[in-house]
């Protein structure tokens, strides 16, 4: 092979190289386009409740998202913390009796978490209504909303909880507010991928239960 033809077989190999390194970046950088995006994430302690707000999209069709948010029996997939979820009774139509047992820690100290709620489900929203007589948790309210737009499902999802024991007023606080927040994060975004790569739900099992909150609490 000659000088120059050796040049040449180098240069196009930088080329090739180039192109496919701009083509993989293309292809990210639309990937992070369409991600799960956040649109206002509050929480907030007011009048001894904790409280969250989440308005999210997610990249995935509303029948897909509302599957996996109704799949509940799998909700230890949308959050490693969650060590049990089962529907104990139905009492009626588009009513599910759900129990769940949460593993929350902060820092060093951790507690497991059980809490029954009636969770109404109505076309693309859920209510989840805490029964305080046999949870940890004196009262707890969520409400998870879906809506469809042109990029995909915008999720407005609302929780306020009031523990049924003693949090440090400083320090846990602050601490509680912030693993409600990053714990619901986090399961919506398991949701989107689940929904993305879960078949359409024609295809799919039947729903079994509707969505829960996620409740971080704090060490006994």
Avoid at 143 to 169: K, N, Q
Avoid at 176 to 195: D, P, W, Y
Wanted: charged residues 25%.
């Amino acid at each position: 092979m000659s000088v120059a033809t050796h040049a040449g077989f180098k240069y196009t190999l930088v080329v090739a190289a180039r192109l496919l390194a701009y083509g993989m970046a293309c292809c990210i950088v639309a990937s992070q386009a369409n991600a799960f995006t956040i649109e206002r994430a509050e929480a907030r302690y007011v009048d001894q409740q904790y409280q969250f707000e989440l308005v999210a999209m997610i990249d995935a069709p509303v029948e897909r998202v509302e599957a996996v948010l109704r799949d509940y029996p799998h909700y230890s997939a949308l959050d490693q913390r969650i060590l049990d979820s089962k529907v104990l009774e139905r009492p009626e139509h588009g009513v599910a009796i759900l129990a769940t047992t949460v593993r929350a820690c902060f820092g060093p100290f951790c507690r497991n978490v059980k809490r029954v709620e009636r969770v109404a489900e109505e076309p693309l929203a859920l209510t989840a209504t805490t029964d305080a007589s046999r949870s940890d948790v004196k009262h707890g309210e969520t409400r998870t909303e879906l809506s469809v737009t042109d990029t995909g499902t915008r999720v407005t999802y609302r929780t306020t909880i009031v523990p049924d024991f003693w949090i440090p007023a400083f320090v846990g606080r602050r601490l509680m507010l912030r693993t409600l927040e990053e714990a619901t994060i986090n399961m919506f975004t398991n949701v989107e991928k689940l929904a993305i790569e879960s078949p359409p739900p024609a295809e799919a099992a039947p729903p079994t239960a509707a969505v829960v909150s996620e409740i971080p609490q704090s060490a006994r």
